[in-house]
């Protein structure tokens, strides 16, 4: 259990009430974030920027970030988007710090930012077989790195993680295919993260929405992954029918404040 740090809290509140004094620490991360095109080294980026920063304007900029693209900001949007697929990058911290970041959330009535600090589950077990090719997994495994369009179309109902990691690396699997993955009813918590922190296709603004309207998709990724959808998607998934009650609330809380700063504009 992390320890709450009164400075920290009144840190973090102070920004999020004075929204302009976390700007130029936005100003920064996305000067920094958008001159890195590659994502193996954005994740660098972001981890170094992490470092630099205390705790209490640490969760000050990350709700500032989220506040902004929700409002529909291009360039937080897609820094948002990248922290929540690369959770590893928070979770990467020192223990004790992303401890006291959870606690110190938590004090601060931040509850979305805390989710951010909880990590995500790893399932004891995952069904490895596929129903659609009858074969071992390492084989099916090697056939994912192929070429054969139908063993692939196939292989897309596969329920390996390993499997599904060779085919997010196959050239020849499409947008379509993951979209199509990231769908897959039942699937596991396990292959959603995959396909969130692929460096080629979590990005895809298509394969985000998918997944967040995936039912099994935990609410860890879940929840960092609604501030980067539209407001139209998030009016749609408040509809669905398929979230869990803490979902629900994070939606709701989502559109009310997209709302209220239309209003006000």
Same mark, same amino acid.
């Given at each position: ?154 292989? *897309? ?7 599904? &990691? @060779? %085919? $997010? ?6 947008? !379509? =295919? ?64 398929? *979230? ?7 939606? &709701? @809380? %989502? $559109? ?6 239309? !209003? =006000?504009?």
């Amino acid at each position: 259990m992390g320890v709450v740090h009164p400075a920290v809290v009144t840190r973090a509140q102070a920004l999020i009430a004075c929204p302009e004094d976390a700007d130029p620490y936005v100003a920064t991360w996305l000067r920094r974030f958008g001159g890195v095109a590659d994502r193996a080294l954005r994740r660098t980026v972001l981890a170094s920027l992490l470092a630099e920063i205390d705790d209490g304007s640490l969760l000050g900029v990350l709700a500032r970030v989220d506040a902004r693209a929700a409002s529909g900001e291009a360039a937080c949007r897609a820094l948002s988007a990248e922290l929540a697929l690369t959770p590893s990058v928070l979770n990467d911290l020192p223990y004790e710090r992303v401890a006291d970041l959870y606690a110190a959330a938590r004090a601060a009535d931040l509850p979305r930012l805390a989710t951010r600090f909880l990590g995500r589950r790893v399932e004891n077990s995952v069904e490895p077989r596929n129903p659609h090719l009858d074969a071992s997994a390492g084989a099916r495994t090697a056939a994912a790195r192929g070429t054969d369009r139908l063993v692939l179309d196939r292989l *897309l109902h596969d329920r390996d993680p390993r499997v599904i &990691a @060779a %085919l $997010l690396d196959n050239p020849r699997v499409t947008e !379509r =295919d993951i979209v199509r993955i990231a769908a897959m009813r039942p699937t596991s918590s396990v292959i959603l993260g995959l396909v969130a922190a692929h460096s080629r296709w979590g990005q895809r603004y298509r394969v985000r929405k998918t997944i967040a309207f995936n039912p099994a998709c935990p609410f860890s990724l879940a929840a960092p992954l609604l501030p980067t959808l539209l407001r139209q998607h998030l009016a749609e998934l408040a509809t669905s029918q398929v *979230l869990t009650s803490e979902l629900q609330a994070e939606v &709701a @809380a %989502l $559109l009310a404040s997209t709302h209220a700063r239309g !209003r =006000d504009r």
